[in-house]
């Protein structure tokens, strides 16, 4: 495989490499566009594997430093990624919790059994209490997923007061009777999840009517009240974005979307976590990049049925899903993370920023030890993960003002035929009123020179981390936790001009100067 210029590449003729390529990268500071919510940097916590039980929670009398039962080395490392958001407590999980085996004393709970994720004991430690104090110490907001598939209006309404009642309502003394007198602040709450799979095999218009049934109930004092949010589809199918905002779910502020990588594209055979091949690591890319087409299908259906703009397009669930590693519980969806993952990240939080003006929140599955994780333990051991270095990279855009880029004279990376473009990139004004450029080369055996001109700036230097290694599966183990995180990086005009070698599979978040 190698990389050539777009714009003389005729596909299928993959011939000459483009080494001496010059990418010329346009960011126009004078045209700033919508703001780049945090909660694009959401995660996704979900009663599955050791997600919650073992990698985040312990129970207070553990033997790992804990408080009040959750992990410090992990909340820690949390905190330094300035989570903004956490969906609970699933995924499919969550049509088949009932919040009420989760409240009051830890020893009394029910213990159930998680039929979606491996058929392992539920003990219900981790309930409704739990996910807040854990919220509270990560300092993010809450978004809870309401259990539409096998509970009652009634169920879920009471959840509501439970949450957010005050004063003499005896849901809202249950509360305080359990340790939490004032309300939780519930920032999200959906209703279903994957109606149109696990969470009932529904139709969109069947699942419309049952969300608009349990959305009428939910009643919490205006500062309590949470946003809403619909649970939509998955892939190519626009048709769920398109009966829900046009039939109208009542009162919601998104419409959820699913879609995850898979490098071979078939949910029986995945591709290996580790130790792929380099078409693999070509399919991944690919495969992340339809991320694009599906947003902009459905914010086309969207412009079309809300021109107001009311509803978001929320990427509830999105990341890499390969086969389990061996000698794991299959239903645990436990996978090693690698430079490959830390890419397909940065080129997802492209796409996002591109479309920032609807896609306000997305989830990463999940946030520990299941799929695209950020950390990954085992018993008191506990290492980051490339992805989690490619979200401390890009802290700086959340709710930054993106800034359109264009790229010229792109090369192109592909094989047999195919091409995606080889460099990916994003710019936003940030909080810090630095601008600051994310910059993602795709191609796995070539760098790639990019001249950067910001119109409206004199752009004399950029400074910042770059994360990239010399294994396209690169990653951190027990023994080399350090094998592969960020560095520094910079550069410098020379001659009124300023170039960056973007080295192969790699990520670069660097601010400019001048
Ligand atoms: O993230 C794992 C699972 O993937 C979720 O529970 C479900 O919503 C999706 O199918």
């Avoid at 996704?44 to 050791?50: I, V």
């Avoid at 309401?146 to 959840?159: F, K």
């Avoid at 802290?395 to 930054?400: G, V």
Wanted: a neutral charge; glycine letters at 10%; aromatic letters at 10%.
């Amino acid at each position: 495989m190698k990389a050539f210029k777009t714009g003389i590449l005729a596909l299928g003729v993959l011939a000459a490499t483009s080494a001496y390529a010059q990418v010329q990268l346009t960011v126009d500071a004078g045209k700033p566009g919508a703001v780049i919510n945090k909660n694009v940097y959401g995660q996704f916590a979900e009663h599955l594997g050791t997600g919650i039980y073992e990698g985040l929670w312990v129970g207070p009398n553990s033997k790992i430093p804990n408080t009040r039962g959750w992990r410090n080395d992990v909340v820690g490392a949390l905190k330094d990624l300035q989570v903004p958001l956490v969906r609970w407590p699933g995924g499919c999980f969550a049509d088949e919790y009932h919040w009420r085996e989760g409240i009051g004393p830890r020893d009394k709970r029910p213990v159930k059994v998680n039929t979606n994720w491996g058929g392992v004991p539920e003990s219900n430690a981790v309930g409704t209490h739990e996910f807040f104090d854990l919220i509270e110490m990560l300092g993010a907001d809450a978004y809870v997923n309401a259990n539409l598939g096998t509970g009652s209006a009634q169920e879920t309404a009471e959840w509501i007061e439970y949450m957010t009642s005050e004063g003499k309502s005896s849901l809202a003394q249950l509360r305080a009777k359990n340790g939490h007198p004032k309300p939780f602040k519930v920032a999200y709450f959906t209703i279903g999840n994957e109606a149109w799979g696990c969470g009932g095999n529904m139709t969109p218009e069947y699942y419309t009517s049952l969300y608009n049934h349990h959305a009428t109930f939910i009643k919490a004092p205006k500062e309590y009240r949470p946003k809403l949010i619909a649970s939509g589809g998955t892939g190519d199918d626009t048709k769920w974005t398109d009966v829900l905002s046009r039939q109208g779910v009542k009162e919601t502020d998104g419409i959820s979307f699913h879609y995850y990588t898979l490098p071979t594209g078939k949910w029986d055979v995945k591709g290996a976590a580790t130790g792929f091949p380099e078409s693999e690591w070509f399919s991944t890319m690919t495969s992340t990049l339809r991320m694009e087409d599906f947003i902009k299908a459905n914010v086309a259906v969207l412009d079309k049925n809300d021109p107001q703009k009311k509803i978001g397009f929320y990427v509830d669930e999105w990341g890499t899903w390969y086969d389990v590693e061996k000698g794991t519980n299959p239903g645990f969806l436990f996978q090693r993370n690698t430079l490959r993952d830390a890419v397909v990240a940065a080129l997802n939080f492209n796409i996002f920023h591109a479309h920032a003006e609807r896609v306000r929140m997305t989830n990463i599955a999940q946030m520990v030890n299941v799929l695209q994780a950020m950390i990954i333990t085992d018993k008191d051991k506990m290492l980051l993960t490339p992805t989690y270095w490619t979200y401390k990279m890009y802290i700086p855009f959340q709710d930054a003002t993106s800034l359109p880029v264009t790229l010229a004279n792109n090369v192109t990376y592909g094989e047999n035929g195919k091409g995606i473009p080889g460099i990916s990139a994003s710019a936003a004004r940030a909080k810090d009123g630095k601008t600051y450029v994310a910059l993602v080369n795709a191609n796995p055996r070539e760098a790639t020179d990019v001249v950067l001109n910001v119109a409206g700036q004199n752009a004399s230097a950029v400074r910042g981390q770059i994360l990239t290694a010399e294994a396209m599966d690169a990653h951190n183990t027990f023994e080399h936790k350090d094998a592969i995180k960020p560095v520094p990086f910079s550069a410098s005009a020379s001659g009124g001009k300023l170039s960056i070698k973007v080295p192969a599979k790699s990520v670069l978040v660097l601010a400019v100067e001048g």
